[in-house]
């Protein structure tokens, strides 16, 4: 190995300029998205493009309400509904407050919770208290992001992050336009896929789950995160929270950069169709990234998604100390629209279970190529 070159000195002066080290900007940088994701100034312009899909009405549904079983095997995990708290926060005061209200709601209503960036646990593990506390979800998940886990050490950190929050699993972030767009940011992501792979093997039997951060990942992507062996992956699409515009809100070159990012990635709807459509069953698929309700969350189910994430929704229901009520109505909402298809249990919602949109699409209709319109009889047709 060789030595370290010996670095030149430091002008006079020099240490005070100098910025922190990224990682020593991580809490005030959690508590500035904290407040500004909540902004509708941080939602990306377009939609997720859910509502092009309709769930099959049903006047019959053939069973009682009560009848209807949620009940989700994820990650080796059993959860009572298909939903998870999508990764957030953790290491200020504000986030551990934040982060007890959405671990109580997950565990009274039995479903997982993805903690946010483990980074500042990492290098202060005094911070353990900001992630985890009494309540215990059914699926815990560690988080760390592509560049921490590609800086040397990273692959140890990321078993330590684990071990440290006792989680189920390990989800990393992909991240890229945040980085780029954030002014301490790291966009440094050459080999990620191969060292994905090494996580992947070493940390066995953990699962990894892979998700973007709400601008969606392509069909490649999806391809090289299943031979990477990944466990799940979490499409985080757009139509939602949108990571360049929140950074822009931090910064006023950063924000001149985001503003053409505006409606940037691939939409929920469409991300969520292609990672099921290429993973074939590998690994699960969460939908998330802009999801609003539990109609929303059915809808991606009936796509194929074996899981539904939620973060700014819980987020602003977590900071009016409403998370339990607001995961109450999600699955509520989740059970009714499962029961009206006719469905016995959320895990049999299938293509068969949409229809076509009504209006407005219907010279697309004979297009049976686009994935997107192989719903209802065209799905029954493409199966043929
Ligand atoms: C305040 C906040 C902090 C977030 N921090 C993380 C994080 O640390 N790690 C991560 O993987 N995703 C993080 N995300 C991204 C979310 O998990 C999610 O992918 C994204 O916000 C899109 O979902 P949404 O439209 O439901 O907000 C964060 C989101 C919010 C709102």
Redesign the pocket.
Known sequence: MSATPAQPPEPEGAALLRLPDPAERTPAR?DD??R???QTAS?HSCGTGLDRHRLVHRGLPGRDLAEVDLTTSLLGRTLAAPVIV?????GTTQAGVINARLAAAATRHGIGL????GRALLRDPSLLSTYVGADRPPLLLA?I?APQLLAPGGLDDAARLVELLDADGL?V?L?PLQEAIQPEGEPQFRGLSSTLAVLCASIAPVPVVV????FGLAADDVRELVEAGVAAI?V?GS???N?AL?EGQRDPRARDVAAAFHAWGVPTAEAVRTAVAETRGRAAVIA????RDGVEATTCLALGATAA???????LAAQDDRAGDAVSVLVDQLRIATWLTGAARSADLGLHHLQAPPTGSVARLGDATDPALRVGPLAAEAAR
């Open positions: 959690k998205h904290l500004l994701a909540a939602l999508s990764a957030m926060t953790g993805a903690l946010g960036s988080n992001g989800t972030h991240n998700k973007e951060v709400g979490d985080a139509g939602g929270t990571w929140v998330s990234g802009g999801l994430g939620f973060a700014r929704e819980l987020l």
